[in-house]
Structures are given as structure tokens and as C-alpha cells.
């Protein structure tokens, strides 16, 4: 029997890398896969259904949040944005890690609905460092980066409902980090039942 | 503030390859310190105290079990051996990681005095391997290398009071596995306050 995935959820404040780490992981590790969002906005051109995201209408979308077949979702300006439970459950039962990235609100309905996720906040070394990586994006003004800012304190105080903090003060180190701890997760003895029944069957004929 | 290192405790059945993943561990790792035992034993030619052992008399073993100055102890062959409390929470207070390497009984009564250690349960591929690797040793006959086989049954009972499961496959591949541990649970939220808290301050400023 194949020992299932793992769910990787990755978050944290705007600005503190975690698009870039996730590339990185998604780059270095065969067995994880990136969670496609479903939503009902309409596709730019050149996104194609199923791999950019699941493209659905606001009808399906809102017969799937009334079947609870979503393990988070949002609506944002008039559109809905989600992950399908049964996206990501038929991956981790094939043995696939899936990598979510996703807001803080977002995770928090996932660790509700799969607790045994593995939550990770991502963090940038200094505030200063924070407001430079937003402004070096240059899609926002100053006054946007203070009020994002003003925004960190208020997420943090979630931080202790993820299982890791993850400080990226070099890529690739913070890749290498979030790379031990789904490592190491998969050593741990609540994801490996098969494995002691089995040894525990063989010491017993 | 320095981050409190982790205590690391390896432990599984006999012929595991607890010894070597231990040895391999401490070459690679600079940060990480091997506990030495107490002992009321007799130091055999070479053998000096403080390096070896800690050697003492029975007298000041049995009051330091009185004052519970040890994380763990016990009796073999009318002598004591144990870890000193003090020992290991100077070497943890000053930022450095310890290893422990005992049998599961030990590892219990660790556990019941530092729940905060790691506890790692090392296994043998299989069965046979096992069997293979007490053999290899050359100081056990066939009939005890079968009772130390039907303990292991016995002391399986136990890994569910361990955080990890490491299978000894491969030397190389399971000390890159306790790495990984080492490194995932310095990230771990619960190891982290002080950090959070840091961040938590700048933000409020």
C-alpha cells in the first residue's frame, strides 16, 4: 500500500517570498505538485483550463461550496477562487506531496478541513527587508506598502496555527528548510502506520 | 536570546545502527554534542573521566536519583548508569543540540521528564537484515540473536510514544533523514516564540 502524500501549505505575509520558494521546490522535488485553483473568473489569453486553473462557473462553484468540496475558497471582486477537495485528495492518495500557496485565511479553512497538513508561515528576515521586496515588485506605491505592512502585525497573530516558521533570508536555504521539514514529516510515526503494522506482522510469525 | 538547542533522542531494537547513524551524525553535524553517561562502574584501562564517562561513586549516584538530577537511569548488573539532568540542560541552555543514543526504556523515562526532546525510532530494513547485522557483530550465538529478535516485537510496542520512524536502509540515507529532522523541528513553531515575538514588537512599533 503506497504511504500517502503530503500537503504542503505554504503562507505568510505578502512580500516574503513564498511564490519564489515554491517555484524552487516545485523545481528540485519530482514527487510535488502545485495545486491548480478553480475559479469563475473568465481565462486571459493564453491560460488554458487545467493548467493554469480550473475554470467553472459561478453556478458549479456554488453547487461545489454547498457540497463542501472545497477545502478553501474566497470571493474576490465578484469571482470565486478555490481548491477542490477532490483535486488534491486524489493526488496525496496516488503518493504525490501537493504544495498549496495560499493566504492566511485560506490556510486556515484547510487546517480545519485536513489538520494533518503540514502548515508553514513564511517569513522575510526584517520589515525592512519586507518593504523592499513589495517595492522592488513596482506595482505599488508607498502608501500601499504601509498599509500592507500595517497588515503583517495582524496576520502573525495567526502564526501559531502553523506547525513551522520558515525565515527566508536566502532562497535557497528557506527552499532547503521547507525541503527538511517534508523530510522529515514523512519520518513521522503518525504517517507511518503501515509500515509498523507491517514490521509488527513480521515479528509475529 | 539564544535558541535553546533540541534533544535528540535515538533509540530502537539492538543491531538497529543506532551507534554508527550516531557517529555519523556528530562528524557531520558541529553543532550537535553526544551525552555522556553516568556511571558507577569501574573506568577500564583508557577510559578517563568526563570523556568516556562520568564516573562516580554509588552513593552520590543513588542521592542524585533521589534529587531527580537524572533524565534517565537504570541498574545493570549491580551497577548504575544514567544522564544527568544538568549535564544535558547546560549544553541545551547555551544553544547546543544534544544526542542521546538508548534503548526504548530510557527513552520512556526521557520522555516523561523533556517532552520537548525528539524521539527518533531508528528500525532495521527488515527482519533478516537485523538478524544479519547482530550476527556480523561476532559476539552472539544463534540462540541469542533469537531472543533478541523476539524482543524486538515487544519494543515495537513502544514506537508510537516516538515522534519519527527512521528505517535503517541506508547508513548515508537515514543520517541525511535525522538531519532533516534536526533541521524541520528548528522550525517548528513551538521552538520559535522568541523569534515571533521579535517580529510581533518590530511590527507594533
Known amino acids: 500500500m503506497t504511504q500517502p ?11 516574503a517570498g513564498k511564490g519564489t520558494i515554491c ?6 522535488c519530482p514527487n510535488l505538485h502545485y495545486s491548480i485553483s478553480a475559479t469563475t473568473r473568465q481565462p486571459r489569453p493564453g491560460e488554458t483550463d487545467g493548467s ?7 453556478d458549479k462553484f456554488r453547487g461545489m461550496i454547498n457540497d463542501n468540496d472545497f477545502l478553501e475558497w474566497a470571493e474576490v471582486y465578484d469571482n470565486y477562487y478555490g481548491t477542490p477537495r477532490t483535486y488534491v485528495m486524489d493526488l496525496l492518495n496516488s503518493g504525490k506531496d501537493v504544495i498549496l500557496e ?7 479553512q484547510v487546517k480545519n478541513k485536513f489538520p494533518q497538513g503540514v502548515f508553514i ?3 522575510p528576515p526584517s520589515l525592512d527587508e519586507l518593504a523592499n521586496r513589495i517595492h522592488k515588485r513596482g506595482t505599488e506605491t508607498i502608501e500601499a506598502i504601509k498599509n500592507r505592512l ?3 502585525r495582524n496576520e502573525l497573530s495567526y502564526v501559531n496555527n502553523y506547525n513551522y516558521i520558515v525565515v527566508n533570508d536566502e532562497v535557497s536555504k528557506a527552499v532547503a528548510r521547507v525541503q527538511s521539514i517534508i523530510d522529515a514529516e ?6 507511518n502506520s503501515n509500515l509498523i503494522d507491517k514490521i509488527y506482522n513480521l ?3
Open 186 to 191: 514523512k519520518c513521522h510515526v503518525s504517517r
Open 121 to 123: 508561515y513564511i517569513m
Open 203 to 205: 515479528c509475529s510469525q
Open 23 to 28: 517555484r524552487e521546490l516545485l523545481r528540485n
Open 52 to 58: 493554469n486553473y480550473l475554470f467553472m462557473s459561478h
Open 5 to 15: 502524500g503530503i500537503l504542503i501549505v505554504l503562507s505568510g505575509p505578502s512580500g
Open 102 to 108: 495560499i493566504d492566511t485565511q485560506g490556510a486556515l
Open 150 to 152: 500595517g497588515c503583517v
